[in-house]
């Protein structure tokens, strides 16, 4: 476990914690929450199962940081130094041996970011790291509990990270399978197979064409995390050269560590999620021909039928043309496009 405390420092917590487990951090806390935070997803789920065990351990960091006080207070005191910025960082913990199966528990202090005290945890001793840490030696020594630390460290450490342990290994470990996508942008795109929420990520995805894996017009993708702590991947499939008739003949493999079992997507335009209108058949631009073309000749016809009318008043004559007529006669020579 790691602590800080400081003063004179502008915008920084005057009290910060954090545990790790394994060199990798549990859980945080500063003086701006109101309560430990969990930093791994197996530490959440140890919150969600044990609630009352983690308020406990919660409660105890928080209530660390008046100790810590009276320790900044003593240290500046002892070193004459009352003002100005201080930092004092404590270092407490234990170390395995998996041999041996030896425990060496560790309890240090830094002062202004120099090493400054420590305890021998076999003589429950303080042994000062800098001159400056002689008097609050001294004062340690004569008030320390004896056998209180070495009950933390020979139990109630060990304890502790042997539950936190079997919590991570237990998460670590686990297998999650995922949930597979096809996805295609536009109707000239490549087919994206995309798999999400999967754990661990030792996994592989491909495309198979007749059951055999295939590696011409694919482009795989890096695995990427997701916020969770689970995992996405995707591999792409040019469809260019692919006829519709031919599409049942592809399919999508996921493998996951693990897991006997492939997730396999055959490639299937109903089940393709896309952002265009499948209604529309052909590429949407050659479909804006004949669309153009239509309100051409329309306006041309309009336009014809107008000028017509107005060289027959001229003539002083009359004529109707009916939009009924323009209209019929714009489908008879405009192409189909609906």
Known sequence: MYFMISSGVPNFPEYLAAVNVEDVMIAYYDSNMNEPEPRQDWAKEVKKEDLQLCTEHGQMIILYQQMLEVATASFKQH????KGVHIIQELTGYEWDDETEKVTGIKQFGYNGEDFIALDIETETWISSNPQAEITKQI????????FWKNVFATTFPAWSSMYMNYAESFVHRKVPPSVSL??????????CHATGFYPDRAVMFWRKDGEEIHEDVDHKEILPNHDGTFQMSVDLDISSIGPEDWRRYDCVFQLSGFEDDVVTRLNESITRTNWDKRKTGNDEDRSIPIITAMVVLVVIVTVGVGFAVYKRKKGKSTNLSPVNISDLSERLSPETT
């Open 140 to 147: 340690w020594n004569a008030h320390t509990n004896k056998g």
């Open 79 to 82: 070193t004459n130094q009352t």
């Open 183 to 192: 996805l295609q942008k536009t109707s000239s795109s490549p087919v994206s």
